[in-house]
């Protein structure tokens, strides 16, 4: 399958952080985007070259619409943490993906998922997700990624780290997480559309490297030029903070992954795979510290930010 012929690509959630930033580097290498939306018109991110499709998740025939006269498809769940609406979203994307003769499908999990199935419906509703798409026959491709270094660049996190040096995530210390932009999640992605011989499989994306919050906290202060700290935000002030913007239902769904990730059971879910899939998918994750760099943090000195907590992954 060569990435050099250009793809009819149905993207669902790319009005989302993670969806939209998959969308753009599609469109940027010349690929031809749908996605489907309920937003209005007037109330749409800007996704230059993208076709919008009005419709629902949860309504077969609109699928089936976003669906038409495509040939490969990527899906992004959005923050919904009902096991049995995920369900259905998946089976109604299965079942329109199968009747347009899609190529292969591409499903971002938002996460990484435990082995075996758990009380965590941030977890369990990706779970169910992958099976659905998995048992269906359609040509599928898994990328799970672990945690968005975008999430640091928001109105949570900016004006701590840049005004004091602050960087405040609701992760134990010690986790090493192999942190991702959106952007190599987007390469990621595209890599799995388009390399050959992947059907079937499921990678555990990420950076190449695992980094303790005290390794973080040194990239970005390389990256910014000055002394940066990390601080271990409790899972549940960041839930409550989360909240606030979304609803406790949803912010409940979110911060699970992250009273997960509290109670030890797990400590290298969120960890570097040793460059097993960098070389597979053949994508090269830039270093944190090149990240850094590349964000214009200016935006945020002397702001004043009433609480410092970390945005949910987008």
Sequence with gaps: MSSQIPMRVAVVGATGFQGGAIARLLVERHHRVRTLTRRPSGDRPPLPGAFFV????????????LFEGTTHAVVTMPLVYDVERIRRY????????????TVRLVFNANTRLPHGPNAVAAFETRRVAEEELRDSGVPLVVVRP???LDNLFSP????????EGI??????????????SHRDLAEAVHAALTVEGLEGRTFDIG????LSGDELAAAFSRGLGRTVRYLQLPPEVFERGLGRLLGPETAAGVAGIYHYMATGADPLLLAADDGVSSEVL??????????????????WSGDDAEEQSPSPQG
Aim: proline content about 13%; cysteine-free; charged content about 15%.
């Design 54 to 65: 009005a419709g629902d998740l949860a309504r077969p025939a609109d699928v089936r619409r």
């Design 167 to 180: 960087l405040a995530y609701p992760l134990p210390a010690s986790t090493p997480t192999a942190w991702l």
């Design 146 to 148: 672990p945690v968005y």
């Design 282 to 299: 053949r994508v090269q994750p830039a270093p944190v510290e090149e990240w850094v760099t590349r964000q214009p943090w200016q935006m």
């Design 207 to 210: 950076g190449a490297r695992s």
């Design 90 to 101: 998946a089976r109604n994307v299965a079942l329109a993906a199968l009747a347009a003769g």
């Design 156 to 163: 949570w996190n900016g004006p701590a780290l840049v005004n």
